[in-house]
C-alpha cells in the first residue's frame, strides 16, 4: 500500500518553517536538538552493588513548526511529560505528509497538534485503522487565524468584490480547497485561485501583482507591522465555509498511533493527562505560553507576543457540535474528490 499523500497544508499552519525542516529531525535548538524528557535512568547502588537503571516509557511525537503545535511544546518545556514519568521525544518533520507518512511506516507514535486533520483522515483511510485523534487544535472569531488579506491602500471593502480579481493563497490542496470555498461561500462565482510560496504572498500583494489572498497567522500580523496589508474579512473558514464565525474550524490534531496505544496501554492514560496539563496551561496563560514557541517554530522576537492562540479540545471534551463541524469540513474534501470517499470524523477520536 503507497503511503503517499497529496500535498494537504494544515488548515491551522502559521506560516514560515526553519530553513532546516526539508528532513525530518529532533527538535531544534542546541541543547534541545533531541529532547529525551525524563531520559535519566533510575539508578541506585545499595552496600557496593551494581547501580541497576529502569528506562522511563518512551513515546515518540512528530510535529510540524508551526504554532498550533504550542500545547506540545509546552508541556515539554515544563516538564509536564517527566513529571508523569515519560519519556517523550519531539520529531520535527518539514511537513504535515511527512508526519502522517511517519506514522504510516511505525516511525513515530504519534503526532502533535499543528498537523493536518484532513491529512491525519487521509492517512487513516490509506491504512484502516492506523490512528486516533486525541487533542484538536481550533479556529474562529474568537481563536484567529484565517483572514482575506489585501493591500492596504485597497479600495476593497467586501470578498464579493473579489470577483474577477488577482487572488492568491499558499501552497497545497487544502490551501486551495479552503480558499476556493471561503470565495465560493462568500458569493465569488467560478473562483480563480492562484497557489504561491507562503513567502511570496505579502511580497505578491506590495508589488500589486496579486489584488488579495487567504492567508494564515502569522501572514497578516507581518503584514500590518511591515505596512504592507489590511485585513479585509477574519475568521472567513468558520464563516464561510461551516456557515458560522463562532463555529470552531477543527482543522488541526494531535495523534497516536493505534498500535502504539495497544503496546503502551499502561502509560497512555499518563501521556494524554500531560498532554492535556499543556493544553491548560497555554489557556491559562494566553500569550505568555509563547514563550515555548521559540525553538520549536521559526516564531521569535516580537512576533512571539503577536501571533494568535489555537483553541483546544481534548477528546473528552468534543462535543456533538465539534463533531458536526470537522465531519462538514471532511465532507467538503470529499465533495471536492480530495478525498476519495466520504469520511467519518468521530470514528476517528480516541476513547477512553
Known amino acids: ?75 515539554i518545556e515544563r516538564g509536564f511529560f517527566k513529571d508523569a514519568g515519560l519519556d517523550v521525544e519531539a520529531v520535527k518533520f518539514a511537513g504535515p505528509n511527512q508526519v502522517v507518512e511517519a506514522l504510516i511506516a511505525g516511525r513515530i507514535d504519534g503526532s502533535a497538534n499543528g498537523t493536518a486533520s484532513t491529512a491525519l483522515a487521509l492517512g487513516d483511510a490509506q491504512a484502516p485503522g492506523l490512528l486516533k485523534f486525541f487533542c484538536t487544535n481550533y479556529a474562529n472569531a474568537t481563536h484567529v487565524l484565517d483572514h482575506i488579506v489585501v493591500a492596504k491602500d485597497s479600495p476593497i471593502k467586501t470578498i464579493k468584490e473579489l470577483a474577477g480579481k488577482r487572488f492568491a493563497c499558499g501552497p497545497g490542496i487544502n490551501n486551495i480547497t479552503l480558499a476556493k470555498a471561503v470565495l465560493e461561500g462568500a458569493g465569488v462565482a467560478d473562483p480563480k485561485v492562484t497557489e504561491l510560496p507562503l513567502g511570496q504572498l505579502l511580497p505578491s500583494i506590495a508589488a500589486g501583482q496579486i489584488d488579495a489572498a487567504y492567508v494564515l497567522e502569522p501572514t497578516a500580523v507581518i503584514g500590518r507591522k511591515q505596512n504592507i496589508s489590511r485585513i479585509l474579512e477574519t475568521a472567513v473558514i468558520s464563516k464561510y465555509v461551516l456557515g458560522n464565525a463562532n ?81 462538514k469540513l471532511f465532507d467538503l474534501f470529499a465533495d471536492r474528490k480530495v478525498f476519495e470517499k466520504r469520511l467519518m470524523a468521530q470514528p476517528l477520536f480516541y476513547k477512553a
Not at 547502588?45 to 510540524?64: D, E, F, M, S, V
Not at 514557541?293 to 521569535?300: D, N
Request: hydrophobic share 45%; aromatic share 8%; net charge neutral.
Open 247 to 327: 463555529t470552531p474550524w477543527h482543522g488541526g490534531a494531535a495523534s497516536l498511533r493505534a498500535e502504539s496505544i495497544q503496546k503502551n496501554a499502561a502509560v497512555i492514560p499518563k501521556f494524554l493527562e500531560a498532554y492535556a496539563r499543556g493544553v491548560d496551561y497555554v489557556r491559562k496563560s494566553g500569550v505568555e505560553a509563547n514563550q515555548y514557541l521559540k525553538g520549536y517554530t521559526a516564531i521569535e522576537g516580537d512576533l512571539i507576543s503577536e501571533v494568535p492562540l489555537s483553541g483546544y479540545k481534548m477528546y473528552n471534551e468534543m462535543t456533538a457540535d465539534d463533531y458536526a463541524a470537522m465531519q
Open 1 to 75: 500500500m503507497s503511503s503517499s499523500l497529496p500535498d494537504l497544508h494544515p488548515a491551522c499552519a502559521t506560516l514560515f518553517t526553519p530553513a532546516d525542516a526539508g528532513t525530518a529531525g529532533a527538535a531544534p535548538n542546541g541543547h534541545r536538538r533531541r529532547l529525551l524528557l525524563g531520559a535519566a535512568a533510575l539508578a541506585g547502588t545499595i552496600a557496593g552493588a551494581p547501580a541497576i537503571a529502569q528506562a522511563r516509557p518512551k513515546l515518540t511525537i512528530g510535529y510540524w513548526p508551526i504554532a498550533g503545535g504550542l500545547a506540545f511544546f509546552a508541556a
